[in-house]
């Protein structure tokens, strides 16, 4: 079993396909020629599950990681009851529940993950040098949750037990740099909650040191560069520095070079670093940066192999780009093919899938903006479509709820301004009252909100007019009302793009003894 924990180990380093096939093959092997009580039997069907997890994160089949969370299932159940490989295999386990709430968005695959986590830290004593390990995988699966539900208490939790991680790990510890900079993350996320610049200044501090630990060549330093770019982004959003975007597109610039052309990385790397490009963009309006974003989006899209579980954000990212670009120019080709790529994304995307509603509100964001550049009723009809579809597949309680339904809202608002059909602005006025009420009191998109909300319900009140005039072409923009738009500057709060970073660094942690 030594050699399959190997080749594992290997395809780790070195991203080798055939090295995670021989793993599973070997461990298959060993567990089919070993005695259901033997010693090592519960060791060698956690390794193989893992193995199984890594075939997952690399093809997106879940039948892998089914048979993962299957393999490691069965091991808790052969292991004798204050065994030492306990806290290991709980936490293995949680560790394949996490990765498959991750792709299915499914809250009781995160709690099981929490719960079998929980149980390693508990069943871990003191001073054991897997502690730190298992405070770490269980932050990671708190801060999962928090990305899912945007309930605070979860963040905190996660910042708490990988603080705790940090603390206990020894100077020079190997996996001190990842576990730092997933503390970073966490700080990060939470920061994109509150706003709180303490929180990003310490997530850039940790992603600082996590690199300064971490050799050159070492197989994390792309992800850590990657992800350091991604906090100096964030901030730069909050403060319009342009040093810290300057550092984002450095860093991911760097993520790119360090990582080989055929790691299956790359294309994540890519398509983040066009974020930063399109971020400097928005802030300076150099076209250049623009073309920089699409550039590299489309390099990242050419890597991806059809069928990958990845390709339906990446086309996402690169509609969302187009889209910017079009904003910029007016250019028509551009909005035309920011939807062609939104569309193929929400297509390649199977129901059920937690990213499905995000890709329908952009998708219906773009499709609001070509209605407003053409006129064409039919863009603007998409656009309530989709966005009804995505306010639809969202829970209550998920965080971008009242964002899908502020969108909703605007794209009605704009129909009602070209018809003057009053069920429009009452749809509009409906779907924003419902967003105020679930933005949290503090949420900085909650006076943009609020404004809104108040815009349509003068309109209910107001002898309005349609935008176009009778004699006017459908299509036409050449006519349009004296008086200005009922929405304020920031009404469309449109989800961003869905940034593709890799935050938790997660190891598998293998039981005390050798295996």
């Not at 004798?80 to 293995?92: Q, W, Y």
């Not at 390693?120 to 899912?148: C, I, K, W, Y």
């Not at 576990?179 to 909650?193: H, I, P, Q, V, Y």
């Not at 869905?498 to 942690?509: G, I, K």
């Amino acid at each position: 079993m030594d050699m399959a924990v190997g080749y594992r180990e290997r395809y780790d380093s070195f991203g080798e396909a055939d090295d995670l096939q021989e793993a599973i093959s070997m461990g298959e092997r060993a567990i089919a020629t070993t005695a259901v009580g033997h010693a090592e039997f519960q060791v060698l069907l956690t390794n193989l599950g893992n193995s199984f997890l890594r075939r997952f994160e690399r093809t997106g089949d879940l039948n892998d990681l089914d048979i993962a969370i299957q393999n490691q299932q069965r091991a808790v159940q052969v292991t004798p009851d204050a065994h030492p490989d306990f806290p290991a295999i709980f936490s293995n386990l949680g560790n394949s529940f996490l990765r498959r709430f991750e792709r299915t968005g499914d809250l009781d695959d995160v709690s099981n993950a929490i719960q079998y986590q929980q149980c390693a830290v508990q069943l871990t004593p003191d001073g054991h040098a897997d502690l730190p390990a298992m405070l770490n995988n269980l932050g990671g699966s708190f801060l999962r949750r928090f990305e899912r539900t945007g309930d605070l208490d979860d963040v905190s939790n996660a910042i708490q037990n990988q603080k705790r991680a940090v603390q206990l790990i020894p100077d020079g510890h190997t996996h001190l740099a990842a576990m730092l900079d997933n503390l970073g993350s966490s700080f990060l996320s939470r920061f994109k909650c509150t706003g709180d610049l303490e929180d990003i200044s310490n997530a850039i501090q940790n992603q600082r040191r996590a690199i300064q630990l971490t050799p050159e060549g070492h197989p994390l330093l792309p992800a850590m560069f990657n992800n350091l770019g991604h906090s100096f982004l964030r901030r730069f959003e909050r403060t319009g520095d342009l040093s810290d975007v300057a550092d984002a597109i450095q860093n991911q610039q760097r993520a790119v070079q360090v990582t080989p052309h055929e790691h299956a990385n790359l294309p994540v790397w890519l398509i983040n670093l066009g974020n930063s490009y399109l971020g400097r963009f928005e802030r300076t309006g150099d076209l250049d940066d623009v073309s920089n974003a699409i550039q590299n989006e489309q390099r990242a899209i050419q890597l991806i192999p059809d069928g990958h579980p990845l390709l339906p954000a990446l086309l996402n990212n690169l509609g969302n780009s187009f889209l910017r670009r079009f904003k910029s120019t007016g250019d028509l080709d551009n909005v035309s093919n920011a939807i062609q790529n939104q569309q193929r994304a929400v297509q390649l995307t199977p129901d059920g899938h937690a990213e499905l509603p995000a890709l329908l509100n952009n998708l219906g964001s773009s499709f609001s903006r070509r209605f407003e550049r053409t006129g064409d009723l039919v863009d603007v009809s998409n656009a309530i479509q989709n966005q009804q579809r995505a306010v639809q597949l969202t829970s209550d309680g998920h965080a971008n709820l009242p964002v899908w339904l502020n969108n909703l809202g605007n794209s009605y608002l704009s129909r009602f301004e070209w018809t003057g059909d009053l069920d429009d602005v009452s749809n509009a006025v409906d779907n924003q009252q419902r967003a105020v009420q679930l933005t949290p009191d503090g949420h900085v998109n909650l006076p943009a909100r609020l404004t809104n909300l108040r815009l349509n319900v003068s309109s209910l009140r107001t002898d309005w007019r349609p935008r176009r005039c009778v004699s006017c072409n459908p299509k036409s923009t050449a006519c349009r009302p004296t008086h200005p738009r009922r929405t304020c500057p920031f009404a469309s709060h449109t989800q961003p793009s869905r940034t593709l970073v890799f935050p938790s660094l997660r190891t598998d942690w293998r039981p005390g003894r050798s295996c």
